[in-house]
């Protein structure tokens, strides 16, 4: 009778069994951002931290915080609740978040600024992030994956060189066009920077992991590959050195047509998609590529025929591939909660 | 004897035959905003006016500041001065230009404001246009083609339903999620608006026209093709339709690989390319298609090796094909004026 008992090894989660390449039908949903200022619940524990840094390096909060859309949604993947310039700040770098005006660094912008950082990141900054980590694995349902992230090199030294966020990181842009061998020394130190914050994301229990390159589409060719190409796939290789089935995500905003590149270059599992990316254009991607992605947001916040269109055009591109839902970048504040609702409804009947 | 007689019909302009299909080379070269505030000369007639649309429907002035860029450099081709939000304030939209805080319109939110814009576009109230177009026909070089423009469709929209700029439309983008009829009537009145003020800029004279889709990236696929490729194509289709020779470059910014449909679609001349597309990308679009652009304007700020660089680089990816030579964007007022001659210097060298 032993073909009747159920087997003790629990099914292995569909956003994991996507990442491998296998598909999956409906295919698995996230959110960037999900774990955020949409929902009510978020609002309510934020405001009770001085600072958004403060937020980021309290477990107790960012636990709740990266808990909240899991319980609410039941979405397939949670993302480790915190923030990109958690690294620049483990380098010893000034960064604080002004409410409502976003980010604020010392900016570095000479020699003697880039001196003034730590050589090597500062784990035990970090480590009430790794606590965070730690006290997921065991309070997600067992079910719902982990994914673990850094922001990438060119992302992150935008902020760090500019001091702040600008529209188009014309700052960091110039910079790395005027003193290329300074820029240099901030990106390597990134890439060194990153591995080590991803590994020990890894050790303490991340199941995946994404690399945010919001800011890739600001640059032209040979800065693209220079900034972001390069070490994001230096990056990957670091990390996967260590861990060689740690599956990995590149998310790089802007991309367009450089998304084959970067799909070559790299070792990632899965590219996340933006939203002016084409599905039906991603759709010719190497099929041992996951593709990720890549609703509006505003169509989400629109709801009704634009979200229904938005979804079904998604679904319909990516039928026949793995592929992973989401976002085609971060969910927006004044997203309606029915709405995501009915995201998650229309992703998961299976009607296309 | 008559062989050694020179030919009384002058050789067709560089920026002509380029855009005729010919490779020319060194290619022809202009500047997106080369006329504008980079140029101490700009800054001195334009402090002459109390507003910039003033200064728009002043034809003394829009033929200075045309002619401005090209007696200092020799562009190969002139660009009307103008703004692409006369054609709203030629709908009876007010528009106004706040100093350093860009345009601002009352926004076209409803159905009772789109019924209070005109049925057509006044061509009157744009009499000065047609008038500096006819002026600059007789001051410019004869070697030197004039350049008339409008915005696209969907660019020009964003900014009458936001009534301003704004980082990433989001505005027209949810009008035309929730209101997608409404939205369209809007599009529809600028196609036929667009099509009267082009056919009005080539009956006074200009040589070839661009049609400017400034915010065409931040649309998804859907929505690109409906609200940026359609209105496009219609738009060139109505003018060739009356001038079936006037050549036309379409500039779709952060349309990525989205570029081969827009090529396909319309029947342009020639596809502008913006900064962040790779040239070596783009010189796999259709050989029929002349490719213009794109250097980063950032590089020409930071001029030295960043600038030869750049140079270099799209000059070789553009070498076999008929390409002319731009900016992926408009030039910044930051520019160093000794940079652009560098530029021209480079461009205009046979040196690859």
Redesign the interface.
Known sequence: MTLDKPSKKPARPKFLRALSGEPVWPPPLWLMRQAGRYLPEYREIRAKSASFLDFCYDPKSTVEATLQPIRRFGFDAAILFSDILVVPDALGQKVSFESGEGPRLDPVHDEAGISKLRESIDLDRLAPVFETVSRLKQDLPRDTPLIGFCGAPWTVASYMVAGRGT?DQ?PA??FA??H?ILFRKIIDKLVTASIDYLLAQVKAGVDAIQIFDTWA????????DRWCVSPIAAIVAGVKAVYPDIPVIVFAR?A???LI?LEDATEAQAIGLD???????AATLPETTVLQG?L?P??L??G???LE??VT?ILAAFRHRPHIFNL?HGILPETPIAHVERLVDLVRRDQI
Do not use: H
Request: charged share 25%.
């Open positions: 529209p014309a842009r110039l066009y005027r290329p589409g600001v640059l032209p060719a040979g800065e693209f802007g367009g047509p450089r590149e939203t002016s990316v084409d599905p039906e254009w890549n509006d505003l169509a916040i629109a009704g025929a634009a269109e938005g055009r085609g």
